[in-house]
């Protein structure tokens, strides 16, 4: 069974910076996506990034890019989520998750299918 430990989140002014963190155990991740969704209240699941294991191969929601870097670190199995640039429209809790490929972050017909998620953390924009 996966387990994630998830740290970051919290409040942050507009326009300011927040890190967040997932560690995932209990699986081998050379052949899985791992990234985060968002959920906002009254508002539908939304994929933000993820990050291929195969090649590294880094993909964002067209509304974070430019704003959030993914990265990940093979040897821990950790990945991390650096989000500047914070806006009023990026408060949500953000769910770490793994998923059998980049689509399953990317594809909203694929989320659904998405097995394994992190207890979510918050992130609060507010001046």
Known sequence: QVQFVESGGGVVQPGGSLRLSCAASGVTLDNFAMGWFRQAPGKERE???????RDGRQFYADSVK???????????????????????????VYYCAIGPSPSYFI?????????DWGRGTLVTVSS
């Open 66 to 92: 430019g704003r959030f870097t993914i990265s990940r670190d093979s040897v821990s199995d950790t990945a991390t989520l650096q989000m500047d640039n914070l806006t009023p429209e990026d408060p949500a």
């Open 47 to 53: 994929g933000v990034s993820c990050i291929s294991s």
């Open 107 to 115: 594809d909203p017909r694929y989320f659904e299918y998405v097995e």
